[in-house]
């Protein structure tokens, strides 16, 4: 008892242990994964900051293309710059537009973009009018405005403007630079630690399973020694399993024959006994009539109870009516022995095995029944069918009794409908024989397949042995059934066979 607790207490120690290991690894694992897509997403708003100054570098950069233009075609009035000038100064405000995407996330940084507008414009205003001065040829006139404007308050107002959106994006650099550095750090701790755990849980694992190995290897060699005997006592017990089954067999033969000498007795006598009580019965006849005319009338012996008084009559039908239970109950108990006497003989019979054309088997079945399904109005239809191996004689026993059972119990004023059909599975085939017929409730599912038992209305002759015949010989093969069913819904019985039947499976529920 004390080592059953140890070993449960060692192995609840060692599902606990790994539990706690699981849960570390799960946890560890998580919480890399999230400091990863945290200094993925950190990194990525440092791009973005210097995406942001790179945009007001080029917004700059385009303000100071488009005046180099302005001022070249001012002095030279070559077309190349004013072409220069037009193309650059149409992409300005653009350039502002996408610095406000970009900086949307941040709303000091789209004001400023904002108020940048106003000062560009006038600057592109500026460099417009110097672009007419080169075009009415006043050369002088556009350079001493385009001087007086470079002190201007556009001018002031853009470098303005730019410097603090620098300073902004400078700052949010060095701020979202640390909180990446942070996240870095934090996640190459917690992969070192996690690393860590895992070597340390690997070590312990090892040495659980080394410790279960040899535990197991114990084991193993405990129960090979508590095993040595096994298989000589199983052998040892099947056989006595199997003469007790014999025995069993060998008296209910026995049994049943010697009960069917003293049956024919009483069947004779019985006989005997009918013959009398038309004679006796005659005589009271010819008594009561002797009674009243001094003389007996040639015809009474040939009329018995015709001169009876009413209680006479009342015996004679007493009396017939007896003989009648008695001559029925013989010819029950005569059937029954004959069932029983039918059973030991198929227990006792050497199974054969050999290929079975099952398709071919069933069609020779349904043959046996068509009169019996042409008054039913039934149909038998069989669908396709997987080949066995296995004793000829009991699987067309099983099929035989499940089809007139199908017939049997069809419903009055039906057209009956019975399929055969059947598949393979792991080894096994599997068929279902299908009816639409009365059906069988079912808390009388087990009780069909009982000996002398039947269950539902009893307007059909039988003794209660076919089923319980047809699941031993199933058994005997190798095999299983069982029933699926409702009350007017009709029946499934389910037959599973070995696909190869071999002596192995002899006298199993022997």
């Known amino acids: ?5 140890a070993r449960r207490s060692r192995a609840l120690g060692q599902s606990l242990l790994l539990a706690a290991g699981f849960v570390v690894l799960v946890a560890i694992s998580t919480l890399s994964v999230v400091l990863v897509d945290r200094a993925l997403e950190d990194n990525a708003w440092v791009v973005h900051t210097v995406e942001v100054e790179n945009q007001i570098s080029t917004l700059l950069l385009r303000i100071r293309t488009t005046e180099s233009a302005a001022r070249g075609y ?3 009035e070559e077309q190349r710059f004013l072409d220069e000038y037009l193309a650059t100064e149409a992409n300005v405000h653009s350039d502002i537009d996408e610095l406000i995407k970009l900086a949307g996330d941040n709303p000091t940084q789209i004001d400023n973009s904002n108020q940048l507008r106003v000062p560009v414009q006038a600057r592109l205003d500026e460099f417009e ?6 075009k009415r040829h006043d050369t002088a006139g556009g350079i001493a405005m385009l001087r007086s404007s470079d002190a201007g308050e556009a001018v002031r107002r853009i470098e303005e403007i730019a410097s603090r959106m620098r300073k902004e994006e400078e700052r949010l650099f060095t701020q979202r630079t640390e909180t990446a550095d942070r996240t870095e750090q934090l996640a190459s701790m917690v992969t070192v630690a996690g690393s860590g755990l895992v070597t340390l849980l690997a070590g312990i694992s090892i040495f659980l399973v ?19 005997n096994l298989e000589a006592t199983v052998d040892e017990r099947t056989a006595d399993l199997r003469e007790a089954n014999n025995e069993i067999q060998r008296f209910a033969y026995i049994v049943s024959h010697d009960l069917r000498s003293p049956l024919v007795n009483i069947m004779g006598f019985t006989s005997e006994l009918e013959e009398l009580r038309s004679d006796i019965f005659r005589r009271i006849s010819a008594l009561h009539l002797a009674a009243a005319s001094n003389s007996l009338s040639p015809d009474v012996e040939d009329d018995v109870g015709a001169a009876l008084d009413a209680k006479d009559k009342q015996l004679l039908s007493d009396f017939s009516e007896a003989l009648e239970f008695i001559k029925s109950s013989i010819a ?31 069609e020779a079945v349904v043959t046996t029944v068509a009169h019996q399904a042409a008054e039913a109005q039934a149909q038998i239809r069989i669908e396709p069918l997987p080949e066995i191996t296995s004793d000829r004689l009991a699987v067309e026993q099983i099929f035989s009794n499940l089809i007139d059972n199908a017939l049997k119990y069809l419903k009055p004023g039906v057209p009956g409908d019975i399929s055969v059909r059947g598949r393979t599975k792991l080894g096994y ?14 808390k009388d599912h087990q009780r069909i397949f009982e000996l002398f038992r039947r269950a539902g209305l009893q307007d059909k002759p039988g003794q209660g042995i076919g089923l319980a015949h047809v ?20 029946s499934t019985f389910t037959v599973t066979l070995p696909i190869n039947w071999n002596a192995n499976y002899r006298n199993r529920d022997q």
Do not use: W, Y
């Open 429 to 442: 085939a599997i068929f279902e024989v299908t009816d639409n017929g009365r059906g069988v409730d079912p």
């Open 129 to 134: 009018r110097a672009i007419g001065f080169a």
């Open 1 to 5: 008892m004390g080592t059953h607790d």
């Open 471 to 490: 699941r031993a010989l199933v058994r005997r093969l190798g095999g299983t059934m069982s029933v699926s069913s409702e009350l007017d819904q009709g």
């Open 74 to 76: 001012l002095l030279t």
């Open 332 to 362: 029950k108990m005569d059937r029954l022995i004959s069932a029983i006497l039918g059973l030991t003989r198929e227990g006792r019979r050497e199974f054969d095995p050999v290929r079975i054309d099952m398709r071919e088997l069933i």
């Open 210 to 228: 080394r410790r279960s190995t040899r535990a197991r290897d114990d084991a193993e060699a405990s129960l090979r020694d508590n095993n040595l």
